[in-house]
């Protein structure tokens, strides 16, 4: 197949143009494909891709374990009720809301920069997300290079940080992103909550990232309030600065694979609720940090 290949930035990512899937997912293109996303520091937007939900199922398992896949963990409560009704793998976001009032998918997902699930012992590996249904204009998908974000710090701070931990936990964006009848009770209970390395390795490459996130990170284990909070937040400004950056605007049928081992996202919520957004993602269950 004649697929072409052209980076994203300087850093990291890469946009494949050509891919055909209808060729079928044979064992050889998806390792090309998975090779490709690692080459590109965790970052593949492969665009016009007709996928079907199992394609798109079949496609994300090469990646590892999904969340929803009846023999693993399901993503949390929270988001149970935009799952896809044939496809328990696959989570919806969108702004869609039908006539009886049910939501297509939730809406102002991740309108905050996360790093997908870091609130489970297991956080997300890839994410691949599909867009089916995409305003005019607007919409985007931020992504921040964690690895260069990481590389740019002074041996000194890299010191200070190796040996800390934090925790995450889905508390955080459900207090903060969130109104409260789309809230449940097991969000707000420390039932998703798990202890990470600040900086964790990629098996695959043995590179290094920084790994907090605004939308789940609470605190720095063993610091005071303060002590965690300053230093928090220096990462956050450090890590979301525009050299590390890449912002996607979405066509439809793009299908977007990032590494959240690696990189941040941001969904940008500024179109209007009558321009149908509509999305479906699989989410591949990673190693623990490490
Ligand atoms: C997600 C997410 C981004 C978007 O699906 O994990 O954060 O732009 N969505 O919809
Ligand atoms: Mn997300």
Redesign the pocket.
């Known amino acids: 197949m004649n697929y072409l290949i052209k980076p994203l930035t300087q850093g990291f990512g890469a946009e494949i143009f050509n891919f055909e899937m209808a060729e079928g997912l044979n064992e050889n293109l998806t390792q090309e494909l998975i090779e490709t996303w690692n080459k590109a520091g965790g970052l593949i937007v492969v665009h016009n891709l007709n996928l079907s939900s199992k394609q798109h199922i079949s496609l994300s398992k090469h990646f590892g374990p999904l969340f929803g896949d009846p023999k693993e963990d399901p993503l949390q409560d929270t988001v149970s009720r935009y799952i896809h009704p044939d496809h328990p793998e696959i ?1 919806r ?1 969108s702004n869609q809301v039908s006539k009886d009032g049910i939501p297509r998918g939730r809406k102002g ?2 309108t905050y920069w ?1 790093s ?1 699930v870091s609130f489970r012992e297991r956080p997300a590996q890839a ?1 691949l ?1 599909h867009a089916k249904t995409i305003p005019p204009v607007g ?3 931020i992504f921040a290079d964690q690895a260069a974000a990481y590389d740019a710090l002074s041996d000194g701070m890299k010191d200070l940080l190796a040996p800390l931990f934090a925790w995450h936990d889905f508390e955080v964006a459900a207090r903060t992103q969130y109104s409260k009848p789309v809230v449940v009770e097991n969000d707000m209970n420390g039932a998703n909550c798990a202890r990470h390395p600040l900086i964790r390795t990629k098996p695959e490459t043995g590179r290094k990232s920084l790994f907090v996130n605004p939308g789940f990170t609470s605190h720095i284990d063993g610091l005071d309030a303060n002590e965690s909070k300053a230093i928090l937040d220096f990462l956050y400004q450090h890590s979301t600065q525009p050299q590390f950056l890449y912002r996607h605007r979405w066509a439809e049928k793009d299908l977007l694979i990032w590494d959240n081992r690696s990189l941040m ?1 941001f ?2 919520m500024d179109y209007p609720d009558n321009e149908p ?1 509509y ?1 479906e ?1 699989c989410t591949v269950i990673g190693e623990r940090p490490v």
């Open positions: 989570y976001v997902a991740g996360h997908d994410s997300l919409g985007d998908t996202h969904a940008v957004r999305m993602r």
